[in-house]
């Protein structure tokens, strides 16, 4: 009987060996006096795009949440189910954060689906084609540009669906009040999984730029 995937097994016991080896001390402390991370990252479930890998982050470090094309839904206090709200909720009130990113990727399958929108749902339920009809209007408007190429396409929705996280991100009133008091600040990124590549928003315009190297700064020494 196989209790868990052997790939999985065999990581836990590297992880057991070697990172957790040179970190006990940390996770001791994390245990007993909890954790305290003070950046909350919104991320696509996508397997390559894990923001702990992207940002080399330590235990304790980064609180986060993913979903399919890391959107945030509009502030909704309907008594549904509401998994990103909760987080966000958890992270905001509770941990306190003082930054939120919204950390989108290229060739999100998420997007893609959006774009595509008359594909045929992956079951009755159509979880996803619900969930990505939060773009829907910016999908529509997308799609119709004949400007632009399909590879183009993706691109620009999936920079405008951070705009739009971050645009409903403010929608709750938690985080419009914290931001305007200057505790909390809001990011968007957008990490191009070919190239490794960071893009980030600039606040003002919307505009994603390539930081400059020297800004980004020579990659840490090892200890
Ligand atoms: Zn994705």
Redesign the pocket.
Known sequence: MTLLPERLLTGYRNFMAQRYANETMRYKQLADQGQTPETLVIA???SR?APEIIFDTAPGEIFVVRN???LVPPYAPDGEYHSTSAALEFAVQSLKVKNIVVL??GR????KAALDGDSEPLSPGDFIGKWMSLVAPAADAVSANELMTPFERQTALERISIRYSLRNLRTFPCIDILEKKGRLTLHGAWFDISTGELWIMNPETGDFLRPDPEEVGAPAALE
């Open positions: 696509c479930c996508d795009s399919v094309a890391n989108g990727h999100c399958g998420g997007i």
